[in-house]
Every structure is written in structure tokens, then in C-alpha cells.
């Protein structure tokens, strides 16, 4: 039987808009209420060390009114760790996170920062946090490095399929996800993605990568609501996501 994945919507970008008129509006947590009433299955949100878009008022509110899956991304931030302990998500997706870059560039390098991650995943769990995930790239070592440091999830990093210059090119990059879907799941590990996916690549990635059982969307989502509102964007993503 196919798998069909849970639809959680990132309003990072809605704060991102709010915060470039340093102004109260657009609220990242009215929009967050409006995807679920749409039919997302969860929401996400990255606290940044910099705090660039979201910040910890959303951060309350959120935990307080999603009634979904949450999702907290985060980096390994002590700070930040100990912000999501308290905040108590569903979920914590562990990324990489550079100040400079617009946004994430890629999967978190959990060969060579293992101790790290598996410090920062035993004190997520310690603190009641069920699920952890890692953000990676499609590498069967970086799979295989997450289990060992005890995550329960990934999520793959679909930015370099997003971004393919060629029908070709997407294709293998899709078939790449595919590989480590597959590799990810046959450990036992819940297999999570996001990163550029958006209405026109979906299609592709649906048909070719199988055992995802949850989509992170933020970009396409947020993009598309500017133009024609938040409920028919959430919902024409949501009929993709199940096949339509
Ligand atoms: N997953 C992770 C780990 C991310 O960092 C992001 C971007 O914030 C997304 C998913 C969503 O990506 P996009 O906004 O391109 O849909």
C-alpha cells in the first residue's frame, strides 16, 4: 500500500514578512491556525540563533495553538536546545545553521559532528521530546550515522533535486532520494522531506520516492498564498501531496 505522507506547512516566511516592516502583521501564528484549518496535518518553524524570523513570542503561541504535528527545527544552539526542552514539539529536526546563508544550504553533517548530535539528541530525548530527526543529505553515511546517535526520523535534503538544471538531472536526483529513502526505512527509521519542493516538482518526487511519511513545505506554500490566500494554497498543495 502507498504511503501517504502528512502535509506540514513552515511559516517561517510569514514571520520573515513581518519582521521586514518590524511591524506585528503578518502573524506567523494566525497563518499557522488558517494551514491547519486548510488541512495540514502539522506546522513548522526554525528558531534561529539570530532570530531572523521566528522568535520565541511565535515560538509560545505556536506550541500553544497548533493543534497538528509540531515541528521545532533547530541547530545544535545550547540555547536554542534548551528552548525546544521547554517547548516540548512533537518533533525536533536537527539542521545546520550559518549566519549568513539566505536559507539552509544543506544537510547537517552528522559523520563528522557526531558527538555533538548525539549529545544534543540524548538531551531532547532526556527532556521528553519522542522524536528527533536529522536533516541529511540522500547519503546512506549520514543515514547510518543517525541511527547510531539514536534519532528516530530524517528528513532529506530534496534541495539539490529541487534545484536540478535538467529533466534528466532531477531524475536521478530523484532516484537518489529514492535509494536512501528506502536504505532509511529498511533500518527502521522514519523518513521525513523537505527543501524546495513546491507544485511543479512534487509530481516527480511522489512517483519515484517511496516510505516519506511526512513533507515539509514552506516556500511554494507561503509564495503562492501571497497571490491567491493561504487556505486554496495549502489545499492545492494538500491535494498533490495525496496523489491528486
Ligand atoms: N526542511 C528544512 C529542514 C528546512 O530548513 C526548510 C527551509 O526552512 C524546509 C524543510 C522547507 O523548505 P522550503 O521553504 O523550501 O519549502
Do not use: W
Amino acid at each position: 500500500m502507498t504511503l501517504i505522507p502528512q502535509l506540514l506547512i513552515n511559516v517561517d516566511h510569514v514571520a520573515t514578512l513581518r519582521n521586514a516592516r518590524q511591524e506585528c502583521f503578518p502573524d506567523p501564528v494566525a497563518a499557522a491556525v488558517l494551514c491547519e484549518m486548510a488541512g495540514a496535518h502539522g506546522i513548522v518553524f526554525h528558531l534561529r540563533e539570530d532570530r531572523r524570523h521566528i522568535n520565541e513570542r511565535d515560538v509560545r503561541l505556536l506550541r500553544e495553538t497548533v493543534r497538528g504535528k509540531l515541528d521545532f527545527e533547530l541547530s545544535t544552539n545550547e540555547e536554542v536546545v534548551d528552548i525546544c526542552c521547554r517547548t516540548q514539539p512533537h518533533l525536533a529536526t536537527l539542521v545546520p545553521e550559518r549566519r549568513e546563508e539566505v536559507t539552509t544550504e544543506g544537510g547537517i553533517d552528522v559523520v563528522q559532528h557526531r558527538d555533538l548530535l548525539q549529545r544534543t539528541v540524548d538531551t531532547l530525548h532526556t527532556a521528553g521530546v519522542t522524536e528527533v530527526a536529522t536533516f541529511v543529505d540522500p547519503d546512506h553515511a549520514q543515514i547510518d550515522a543517525s541511527l547510531a546517535i539514536g534519532a528516530d526520523a530524517i528528513e532529506l535534503h530534496t534541495g539539490d533535486f529541487a534545484v536540478a538544471a535538467t529533466g534528466s538531472e532531477q531524475l536521478e536526483r530523484a532516484r537518489q532520494l529514492a535509494t536512501a529513502a528506502a536504505h532509511a526505512h529498511a533500518v527502521g527509521l522514519k523518513v521525513h522531506a523537505g527543501h524546495g519542493l513546491d507544485y511543479l516538482n512534487y509530481g516527480l518526487f511522489r512517483s519515484v520516492v517511496k516510505h516519506v511519511s511526512e513533507v515539509s513545505i514552506g516556500f511554494a506554500v507561503i509564495a503562492r498564498a501571497v497571490l491567491v490566500g493561504l487556505d486554496v494554497a495549502v489545499r492545492d498543495m494538500l491535494r498533490l501531496v495525496k496523489g491528486g
